[in-house]
């Protein structure tokens, strides 16, 4: 809100100023122009309006030093269809149009609110950010603010010549110049005139050397030194017709007016401030004209034209009084505007703070029942994992039954079988035998012998009973020392943690791994010592399997021994690792989550 009230402001005093300062041209001179615009006047859409723009603004640049109402005008256009699209751009360019304008005019408070909006505006063209600085540089001269004016003035022209705009930069330098003059730093002035016209001169720039000349002029008409006043400003003068600038011209007119009442060339003055007068009209500058104005008073006065000068000075009076109304008139509808804006942004607020509450609600609303919904999904999965586990669990007892009646089975039949079939060789008499049957008999009974063993020890390993009875650990302990006892190979079995017991399905997975792997040790591997270590930690379980035997994995032991031990370790969500060296022994790590257990 604060850039609309700013511009709004801008848009009332441009209208005060441009209706109140200037007279009715266009009604009598600039119908047809007037027309013409009007007729012009952008349909809807951007691309259209921005071409309008940029002749608007060619058209104000173009009268700026000719006809201060007609760039008014223009400057106006452009500042309307830019605040139509809030084109930044446009606004620019129309705040530096009429910050020129009122620099030229001396309406300072105004300047000073456009080149702060111009900061605003510019933050990524620099170009225009140095010129809202030079203007707002001029603004802080004008009501003698040195620093800051000096500080402002500094930083444009670093910025002017960064960007290689030598014009801008000197134009600046000059400036800066004036700065000095005003306080009465003479010394430190001339040399940034010498510098400033340097430029121009470089740059072949008649309007640069006229406005250095003129500024140089005026210095000496401060240290009163009226002759070398009056040579530099007719130089200037000369330049600024040639190139029929005719605000510099005006100026210029002012200036030796001014500096013939001091010397006393009263009839001089009279003419040159009547030239000037004329050009104040056309330009419609108000400041010009009270300048012109009041040298026609102070010539009359001193030629003792009492009548005259009272006439002259009553306008200058009359003049002043009008700035004075416009002035006040510019605060009263700056200070209404902010009073308006401050309503409809407290309007503007309760309209948001409405419409953020029921947004408000609404999302209220909505993640309640993202919650409900994220609740139901909760209790829903918890019931899930519940019959999860408790269908785990069921089948773990269903394995558990099954390999029961399967170790039973293969006990009490087949191995009931096998036994009576060992009983019936013990039957036969060897002695009828010949050599070769008592051979063959001698293989059999041995080969019966075998196979009873490998089924009473696949029906315990089937389900150990100490395993179910005791747990794993003593479960493991049994099986080592048992393996222990064919002095091939020493097992050690290191446990860490493993203070509770696991469900009876990890603990018959890992028992039937360590069996799976200790049985490939003792088979396969040509080892001397293998090892256990299980250990328990609050996240998982580590079982390492270790040997010193070859170190490398037989064909036959890549398959279903091997196999089997990796689809274990997967049932319980684990991770396998083998890793080996020749000559050096195998090891095999595996890692089991205990968020399944």
């Known amino acids: 809100m604060g850039d609309l009230l700013k511009i709004i402001s801008v848009l009332i005093v441009a209208t005060?100023?441009?209706?109140?300062?200037?007279?009715?041209?266009?009604?009598?001179?600039?119908?047809?122009?007037?027309?013409?615009?009007?007729?012009?006047?952008?349909?809807?859409?951007?691309?259209?309006?921005?071409?309008?723009?940029?002749?608007?603004h060619e058209f104000a640049k173009e009268y700026l030093f000719q006809d201060a109402e007609k760039a008014m005008f223009?400057?106006?256009?452009?500042?309307?269809l830019s605040q139509k699209h809030q084109w930044s751009k446009g606004k620019i360019l129309a705040y530096n149009l009429l910050s020129t304008y009122y620099l030229l005019d001396g309406s300072y408070d105004v300047l000073r609110e456009l080149s702060n909006e111009t900061m605003t505006l510019s933050k990524d063209l620099p170009l225009y950010t140095a010129h809202a600085k030079r203007f707002l540089a001029e603004s802080y001269s004008e009501y003698r603010q040195w620093d800051s004016a000096r500080i402002n003035y500094r930083q444009a022209i670093e910025i002017f010549q960064k960007l290689g705009e030598d014009s801008a930069a000197a134009t600046c330098i000059d400036a800066l110049g004036n700065s000095y003059r005003e306080k009465g730093l003479f010394d430190e002035a001339i040399?940034?005139?010498?510098?400033?016209?340097?430029?121009?001169?470089?740059?072949?720039?008649?309007?640069?050397?006229?406005?250095?000349?003129?500024?140089?002029?005026?210095?000496?008409?401060?240290?009163?030194?009226?002759?070398?006043?009056?040579?530099?400003?007719?130089?200037?003068?000369?330049?600024?017709?040639?190139i029929q600038n005719r605000y510099g011209e005006l100026n210029v007119l002012n200036d030796l007016a001014n500096i013939y009442c001091l010397s006393d060339q009263n009839d001089a003055a009279i003419e040159t401030a009547s030239m000037a007068l004329d050009f104040s009209t056309i330009f419609h500058s108000s400041q010009q004209t009270n300048w012109a104005l009041l040298s026609l008073a102070r010539a009359y006065k001193n030629k003792k034209m009492f009548k005259e000068a009272l006439d002259h000075m009553?306008?200058?009076?009359?003049?002043?009084?009008?700035?004075?109304?416009?002035?006040?008139?510019?605060?009263?509808?700056?200070?209404?505007?902010?009073?308006?804006?401050?309503?409809?942004?407290?309007?503007?607020?309760?309209k948001e703070i409405a419409e953020q509450k029921t947004i408000s609600r609404f999302l209220l609303v909505f993640s309640s029942l993202i919650i409900a919904f994220a609740a139901f999904l909760w209790l829903n999965n918890k019931k899930l994992r519940r019959k999860n586990a408790e269908i785990r669990e069921a089948m773990a007892r269903g394995q558990a039954i099954?390999?029961?009646?399967?170790?039973?089975?293969?006990?009490?039949?087949?191995?009931?079988?096998?036994?009576?079939?060992?009983?019936?060789?013990?039957?036969?008499?060897?002695?009828?035998?010949?050599?070769?049957?008592?051979?063959?008999?001698?293989?059999?009974?041995?080969?019966?012998?075998?196979?009873?063993r490998e089924v009473r020890s696949l029906s315990h390993n089937l389900m150990p009973e100490e395993l179910e009875e005791h747990g794993l650990v003593m479960a493991l302990h049994r099986l080592i020392d048992k393996m222990n006892e064919n002095k091939k190979i020493e097992f050690k079995f290191n446990i860490s943690g493993m203070s509770h017991r696991l469900n009876n399905k990890t603990e018959f997975e890992l028992y039937s791994i360590i069996l799976e792997l200790t049985n490939n040790i003792i088979k396969h591997s040509g080892a001397t010592k293998g090892s256990i270590d299980l250990t328990e930690n609050h996240k998982n379980i580590h079982l390492s399997v270790s040997d010193n035997g070859s170190g490398l994995i037989e064909p036959s032991r890549q398959g279903v021994g091997?196999?089997?031990?990796?689809?274990?370790?997967?049932?319980?969500?684990?991770k396998v690792q083998i890793s080996g060296e020749p000559q050096r022994g195998l090891k095999i790590d595996i890692e089991i989550p205990k968020t399944i257990l």
Request: hydrophobic share 40%.
């Open 16 to 56: 005060l100023l441009s209706g109140s300062q200037c007279t009715s041209i266009f009604q009598n001179n600039s119908i047809a122009e007037k027309q013409e615009v009007v007729a012009a006047m952008p349909v809807e859409g951007f691309a259209e309006d921005t071409v309008l723009i940029l002749k608007y």
């Open 74 to 80: 223009y400057s106006k256009h452009v500042l309307r």
């Open 191 to 242: 040399p940034l005139y010498d510098q400033a016209y340097a430029i121009f001169d470089k740059m072949d720039s008649d309007w640069g050397r006229a406005t250095v000349l003129q500024n140089r002029g005026y210095l000496h008409v401060v240290k009163k030194e009226s002759e070398v006043a009056e040579g530099l400003l007719k130089q200037s003068l000369a330049l600024f017709r040639k």
């Open 314 to 350: 009553e306008k200058v009076i009359f003049n002043r009084r009008m700035l004075h109304t416009e002035y006040v008139q510019r605060q009263y509808t700056m200070y209404q505007l902010s009073y308006e804006n401050q309503i409809k942004d407290f309007e503007i607020q309760e």
């Open 402 to 452: 099954e390999r029961k009646r399967v170790a039973a089975e293969l006990h009490d039949n087949l191995g009931g079988t096998l036994a009576s079939l060992n009983w019936y060789l013990f039957g036969i008499d060897r002695k009828v035998l010949s050599p070769e049957e008592q051979k063959i008999y001698e293989s059999v009974h041995q080969m019966v012998g075998a196979a009873y």
């Open 562 to 574: 091997l196999k089997n031990v990796k689809n274990r370790v997967e049932s319980l969500r684990g």
